[in-house]
């Protein structure tokens, strides 16, 4: 066994690395601009050339803006697998099913080394996957998978590899935090920046993947796999940020925080792991508070090398594409390690459930009057803490405040507690009539 | 001509690699105790053990905590060259010249794998130790000289490799940035700031190295080579931070700008490369200006990956082990670049001489009045700016203050000039009865 898969790759060959690409969208046609315009760069880097020899995509005939000549088309990406040209295969189709998972599985079935930008198939197959990598001693690299231009992927294998990480933090997804940010910097309501972003095209017109959570998700299941261990990626617990309003972004500043969708993943004894994407407030001077727009961030901790951060474009032709030329590269030097980076083969476990993890928590609740009513908030607040109180919910800071033209909100932060608390207090709070509409709580995560 | 250096190491080999350690202060100590608290961790990263063989230091008797039983002992370093027991030198006794240059070019010619954190060494003797390596096929590693426990070189050479960089900058010193954050956030004068900094053992007792950008030049030097090609380290243009006060910080920030000590290197038409330490205003939203205490940080921007940015700690026991181990464990798993990551062999050339670049200049002045003295601010404004619209220097922004118990201060802001502009303006203003002492001049460095 051995700490690097050397099929189709060597350190000493000088003749062209060939490849196939399979996905001629943004990032396909962003790939191949790249290679073709940084040829000579690309050279002195690595020693050789890279030589696109083969494509496929679903239309033949559109204009994509690159000159296609002289490389051989298939109309079924797979066959890419089985062509003889071929060195390594560039899987830029997405979807964690059907012909992107075919062609992966049979490149790396027929030793041809794999790079991909697919988080959601590295992320659901991620034991299948490193199987056949290491059956078949044949590299498969993502970089592109996680946050984009990044290098997320080589800094947690390679950059921290001396050292055991305790935690890792991440902006994951740049859509949910262009909304965040929108909604922090205009005081605009996440539905209306919502629309804003599809109208735009940043976000999809299903904007699930992105604003629930399972992007990031996607993302920090391959993380977490290389800092600590794989995990069961149905084990994941994740939350969206649908129920976040201006006003929260607003009480959290005040309190010193800032609100970000985050994917965390933290060692715990015994070799369990805990691991989940929610909205979280985060300290303001932290290091991923800072980042905002389209832009991703990492933070990864350890007790050697203390928290590490790094942060860029999350998505876009360019960075992407410069991410999958970086694994190219990486390739064209002989250098590819196994999937997480690692000798052990464990198999997946679940995560912590999140219920048990604990934590301090905000909790928001509007009251129930309109917003002209008269009412005693002072009372009110007091009344509820008091049942918080008397369920053994332990308050750390708690005030109520009306914002403009609303109903008084009442804003309390617990000391830590399980989240199975949080859970438990929720419908308590919901059925008293004091409250109007459900209340909201999000972790606070004591990032660096 | 092949991409990697395979002396010393291999990517399938599975024996433990051997290790020399010359230097044994706190990172040489450090070093120790983190693979063997990580050796199996380590084993499983790379499918070897790394095996501290042998060791030098100055001081045989001295208890550092560690155990040293077993090991061989050299009473010079340079021996370890020769040691036939040994894969790896790890050099970590500091210094461009003596015993730590002898180990390194001997343990290069014997066709040993060196390992360093010595920033000066790597950045003086650029070119030759490039030769020794390539002549020798034999690597020579240095991450923790840059950034301490970032992986900075590892971004620049490798994570961001398929891009051509247009641009990098970095906060490079944490002593500098300590101060600067010091002052920034108490108000405190920077003699004041820095005694403290010495008696905590932050900074040297001679400074000269943090504060006037000799430390911060050396790492610039090494990441310029890599991101676009070798310079001579002499024609580096490094200016410290002795002239800037607490107020000037206040009045930057007033602008939209934080001061903080700069490493910037761009790339310029025709091969050329710009390169220089200095302090500098950069836009408050920008990525470093969010980089504070004794962290560090750097930005690296191109065309299709846009701006990234990493940050951490920049020195230290622990940071800078993990970046020495990260390099040990490369090499374990076969992982080994020539210097520069790049297959030609350009020779160093001087940067652009600093005097010709343009930029933009914040200029501050402090009024020839006592304190009390009722003076017409307004008026010396105007006479000032006159003095500068006639000598050609077109201003952007001018204002004046009076900082409270002082003299008032003029603050222009420039519109882009050339540094000889600037550096043949300031004496015609010192020589003014209007002005008490030397003016400062900083630049505005509009970074992402």
């Given at each position: 066994m051995t700490s690097a898969y050397t099929n189709t790759v060597s350190s000493s060959a000088t003749?062209?690395?060939?490849?196939?690409?399979?996905?001629?969208?943004?990032?396909?046609?962003?790939?191949?601009?790249?290679?073709r315009e940084h040829a000579d760069l690309i050279k002195n880097r690595t020693g050789r050339s890279l030589e696109i020899v083969a494509v496929s995509a679903r239309?033949?005939?559109?204009?994509?803006?690159?000159?296609?000549?002289?490389?051989?088309w298939h109309d079924n990406p797979v066959d890419l697998a089985a062509d003889k040209q071929i060195d390594v295969v560039v899987e830029l189709m997405g979807g964690a099913e059907g012909s992107a998972r075919d062609l992966v599985e049979a490149?790396?079935?027929?030793?041809?080394?794999?790079?991909?930008?697919?988080?959601?198939?590295?992320?659901?197959?991620?034991?299948?996957?490193?199987?056949?990598s290491h059956t078949h001693q044949t590299p498969l690299l993502f970089e592109a998978a996680v946050a984009g231009g990044i290098p997320a992927i080589k800094t947690v294998r390679e950059g921290v590899a001396a050292d055991k990480a305790t935690r890792l933090g991440?902006?994951?997804?740049?859509?949910?935090?262009?909304?965040?940010?929108?909604?922090?910097?205009?005081?605009?309501?996440?539905?209306?920046?919502?629309?804003?972003?599809?109208?735009?095209?940043?976000?999809?017109a299903d904007p699930s993947a992105d604003i629930d959570g399972w992007d990031a998700a996607h993302k920090?299941?391959?993380?977490?796999?290389?800092?600590?261990?794989?995990?069961?990626?149905?084990?994941?617990?994740?939350?969206?940020?649908?129920?976040?309003?201006?006003?929260?972004i607003h009480q959290a500043r005040q309190l010193g925080y800032a609100i970000k969708m985050l994917g965390v993943a933290k060692r715990l004894p015994e070799d369990r792991v805990e691991a989940w994407v929610q909205p979280c407030l985060i300290p303001a001077h932290?290091?991923?508070?800072?980042?905002?727009?389209?832009?991703?961030?990492?933070?990864?901790?350890?007790?050697?090398?203390?928290?590490?951060?790094?942060?860029?474009?999350?998505?876009?032709?360019?960075?992407?594409a410069s991410a999958v030329v970086a694994d190219l590269i990486d390739l064209a030097r002989g250098h590819a390690l196994p999937l997480w980076g690692r000798m052990?083969?464990?198999?997946?476990?679940?995560?912590?459930?999140?219920?048990?993890?604990?934590?301090?928590?905000?909790?928001?609740?509007?009251?129930?009057?309109?917003?002209?009513?008269?009412?005693?908030?002072?009372k009110a607040l007091s009344e509820i803490t008091t049942l918080l109180r008397n369920e053994g919910i332990p308050l750390a800071k708690t005030l109520h405040h009306t914002p403009l033209g609303e109903a008084p909100q009442l804003i309390m932060l617990t000391r830590p507690i399980p989240q199975e608390e949080i859970n438990r207090i929720l419908p308590i709070l919901e059925e008293t009539t004091l409250i109007s509409g459900a209340p909201l709580a999000l972790r606070i995560e004591d990032l660096p």
């Open positions: 003749s062209p690395l060939r490849l196939g690409i399979a996905g001629l969208g943004t990032v396909g046609t962003g790939v191949i601009r790249l290679i239309n033949r005939t559109r204009n994509r803006g690159v000159d296609l000549s002289g490389l051989t490149s790396l079935k027929a030793g041809k080394a794999v790079v991909t930008a697919n988080k959601a198939l590295v992320a659901r197959h991620a034991q299948t996957l490193a199987q056949l991440g902006i994951l997804n740049g859509t949910s935090n262009f909304i965040l940010t929108e909604m922090a910097e205009t005081g605009r309501a996440f539905a209306d920046v919502l629309k804003e972003a599809q109208d735009k095209g940043y976000a999809e920090l299941s391959i993380l977490t796999a290389i800092a600590f261990r794989p995990i069961d990626f149905d084990t994941l617990a994740v939350s969206g940020m649908r129920a976040i309003t201006t006003q929260d932290s290091g991923l508070a800072q980042i905002n727009g389209v832009y991703n961030a990492l933070t990864i901790e350890g007790p050697f090398s203390g928290p590490i951060t790094i942060s860029g474009q999350g998505a876009g032709e360019g960075p992407t052990d083969e464990l198999a997946p476990i679940p995560c912590e459930p999140v219920e048990k993890l604990p934590s301090a928590f905000y909790l928001r609740a509007n009251l129930n009057a309109p917003a002209d009513a008269v009412i005693d908030a002072d």
